[in-house]
C-alpha cells in the first residue's frame, strides 16, 4: 500500500481545494510546505493575508502558510477580518514549532481561535489533515471568515495511507456590500449571534471527531497526541476543532467516565477551558508536561492518574545540551561580529544570523526581539547604538523603524548583513532595498569578509555621525538551507 506524509496530504487539498492563491513566509516548519506547494514568497505575514484576502474579496480561494510567531504580524487583519467577513475561503495553516527548534519563542497558535474569534482545527494525522483543509475551506465559505488549521513538524512528517483525489472547488462567491449597512458594533453581534453559533453546530457534527469507548478512564486530545493516545485500552475522544470546543459532545463524554485525561500540545488550551471539573488532569495538574508530548508522557500519566502530583524540580535545556550552533566558520560576516564586540555600545539583532553572535566567542549582539526590530530597539537605547539587521528582516518590518529613526531624528547606527537571500530559512531571494535606504539616510557600502581592523574603524567612524545612518556589509552566505535558531 502506498504512502503519504502530511506534507503531501497538505499539498494534496490544495489541490483538491483549488486553492489559486497561495501565499508565506518562510520558517520552520512550514519551510518545505510552502515550497511543495509552490507559494508566492510575501515580505512578512500581514501582507501574505492581505494578498489572500483581497483574492478572496474578488472570487479566489486562497492559502496562507506561516510560522508561529508569523501569527504575531497577521493578527491584526486576522481579528479584522473575522467581523469585515470575506468572499471566497481563506485558510491560514499555522506552523507550531514545538521544541522550539528555529524559533525564538513556543507558542500555540490555537490561543488566535477566541482571540479572533474564529475556528482553529487541529488534526491528528495526515489524512485527518487533507480533510481539515478541505473542510476548513468549506467552512470558511459558509461562514465568510477565515479559518485556522494548524500543524507541527511532526504532524508534517507522520506517515499516513495515499489519499486519492477528491476535488471540493469553491462557488467564487465575492464579498458581499451588504454587511456595511451594519455599524462595526452590528457585526460584531451578529457575528457572535450567528457566524460562531454556527460554528459550534459544525465542530459539534464534524466528521473531523472520533470517538473509541473502552472503560471509565477517557483522554481527550488534539492534534498529534491524539495520534498517540490510541491503542491504550481507554477511551479516546479525538477533537477536529481546538476553537470552539464541541460543548455537547465533551460534557457527554466526561460524564461516562470517572477519570479525564486531556492530552494536547504545547499549552494546556483544552484543559484549561475544561478545569472545572475535578475528573479533569492533564498538564495543568502536573501529570503531563509541559511542551510537546511522546506516547510515553501519556501512558505515565495514566498509570499515575489516582496520585496527586506534585511540583518537581525543572531542569532548563542549555545550549550545549541542544547542541549550538554558532556563526559558520567561512561566513562572511565573522569579521563584523568580531568588531562589534570591540566597540562599548549596546547592540540589537534581528532573529537571524545575528542571534547567534549574542554568544561564545562574539557575545557581539545583545538584544533581539524579533525579526525586524533591531532597528526600533536600537533607536529606544540610551545612547547611541548599533542595530544589525539581514535584508530579509529590513523588508519584513525593519523597514517600518528606520522610517521612524528619520523621523523621530534618533541616533543609530544600522547595519544590514545583505547576501540577498533569507539564510536562516532556506535561502529564499531577499528584495533589494539599498535604493530606499540610500534615500533615507546616508549609506556606506562595505565589502566583506575584511579584516577585523578594517571593519572596526568603519564602525567608529559610522558612530560619529549624529542621526541615522546606514553600513550595508556586503556578503553571501555558503549556507543558504539552516533552519535552526537554537
Given at each position: 500500500m502506498k504512502s503519504m506524509n502530511g506534507l503531501q496530504a497538505a499539498v494534496q487539498a490544495a489541490r483538491d481545494a483549488a486553492a489559486e492563491v497561495r501565499t508565506y513566509v518562510p520558517g520552520y516548519p512550514i519551510t518545505d510546505l510552502a515550497a511543495a506547494l509552490k507559494a508566492e514568497i510575501s515580505v512578512n505575514e500581514k501582507v501574505a493575508l492581505e494578498i489572500a484576502l483581497g483574492a478572496s474579496a474578488t472570487g479566489s480561494r486562497a492559502l496562507v502558510i506561516v510560522k508561529q510567531v508569523g501569527m504575531n504580524i497577521l493578527a491584526d487583519p486576522l481579528v479584522i477580518s473575522a467581523t469585515h467577513t470575506i468572499g471566497s475561503g481563506v485558510v491560514v495553516i499555522a506552523g507550531d514549532d514545538l521544541g522550539p527548534r528555529g524559533s525564538q519563542a513556543e507558542m500555540d497558535s490555537r490561543f488566535y481561535g477566541p482571540l479572533a474569534e474564529i475556528p482553529v482545527l487541529d488534526p491528528r494525522s495526515p489524512a485527518a489533515l487533507h480533510a481539515s483543509i478541505l473542510e476548513a475551506f468549506t467552512l470558511s465559505e459558509w461562514l465568510r471568515i477565515p479559518v485556522i488549521v494548524r500543524v507541527t513538524a511532526r504532524l508534517l512528517a507522520a506517515e499516513g495511507p495515499e489519499i486519492l483525489p477528491l476535488p471540493c472547488k469553491g462557488a467564487g462567491q465575492q464579498f458581499d456590500r451588504e454587511g456595511w449597512d451594519?455599524?462595526?458594533?452590528?457585526?460584531?453581534?451578529?457575528?457572535?449571534?450567528?457566524?460562531?453559533?454556527?460554528?459550534?453546530?459544525?465542530?459539534?457534527?464534524?466528521?473531523?471527531?472520533?470517538?473509541?469507548?473502552?472503560?471509565?478512564?477517557?483522554?481527550?486530545?488534539?492534534?498529534?497526541?491524539?495520534?498517540?493516545?490510541?491503542?491504550?485500552?481507554?477511551?479516546?475522544?479525538?477533537?477536529?476543532?481546538?476553537?470552539?470546543?464541541?460543548a455537547k459532545l465533551l460534557g457527554r463524554f466526561m460524564d461516562s467516565h470517572r477519570h479525564i485525561l486531556v492530552a494536547e500540545e504545547p499549552e494546556p488550551f483544552i484543559e484549561s477551558q475544561l478545569a472545572g471539573s475535578p475528573k479533569v488532569q492533564g498538564k495543568l495538574t502536573g501529570h503531563l508536561p509541559r511542551g510537546p508530548l511522546e506516547r510515553a508522557d501519556i501512558i505515565w500519566a495514566l498509570e499515575n492518574l489516582e496520585k496527586k502530583q506534585e511540583r518537581k524540580p525543572q531542569v532548563y535545556e542549555s545550549v550545549a545540551?541542544?547542541?549550538?550552533?554558532?556563526?559558520?566558520?567561512?561566513?562572511?560576516?565573522?569579521?563584523?561580529?568580531?568588531?562589534?564586540?570591540?566597540?562599548?555600545?549596546p547592540v540589537a539583532g534581528d532573529a537571524g544570523c545575528a542571534i547567534r553572535a549574542t554568544r561564545e566567542p562574539y557575545k557581539s549582539v545583545d538584544v533581539v526581539y524579533g525579526l525586524g526590530s533591531s532597528v526600533g530597539v536600537a533607536s529606544g537605547f540610551a545612547e547611541k547604538g548599533i542595530a544589525v539587521v539581514g535584508d530579509f528582516a529590513l523588508a519584513h518590518s525593519g523597514l517600518q523603524g528606520l522610517i521612524n529613526?528619520?523621523?523621530?531624528?534618533?541616533?543609530?547606527?544600522?547595519?544590514?548583513?545583505k547576501n540577498d537571500v533569507a539564510a536562516m530559512t532556506g535561502g529564499q531571494e531577499a528584495p533589494d532595498l539599498t535604493k530606499l535606504l540610500e534615500a533615507l539616510v546616508p549609506t556606506r557600502y562595505m565589502e566583506l569578509p575584511g579584516t577585523e581592523e578594517e571593519v572596526e574603524l568603519v564602525l567608529r567612524e559610522e558612530m560619529k555621525r549624529s542621526g541615522a545612518s546606514a553600513v550595508v556589509a556586503l556578503g553571501r552566505c555558503t549556507k543558504p538551507r539552516i533552519q535552526r535558531i537554537v
Open positions: 451594519l455599524t462595526m458594533r452590528g457585526r460584531h453581534q451578529r457575528h457572535h449571534d450567528r457566524i460562531m453559533a454556527f460554528a459550534e453546530e459544525a465542530c459539534e457534527s464534524t466528521t473531523l471527531n472520533r470517538l473509541e469507548i473502552s472503560g471509565n478512564v477517557g483522554i481527550i486530545a488534539s492534534g498529534r497526541p491524539a495520534a498517540l493516545a490510541r491503542g491504550l485500552g481507554v477511551s479516546l475522544l479525538s477533537l477536529g476543532y481546538s476553537n470552539p470546543l464541541p545540551e541542544r547542541g549550538y550552533a554558532g556563526i559558520c566558520e567561512d561566513c562572511p560576516f565573522v569579521p563584523l561580529f568580531s568588531a562589534l564586540a570591540r566597540i562599548d555600545v529613526a528619520v523621523w523621530q531624528k534618533h541616533d543609530v547606527l544600522v547595519i544590514v548583513l
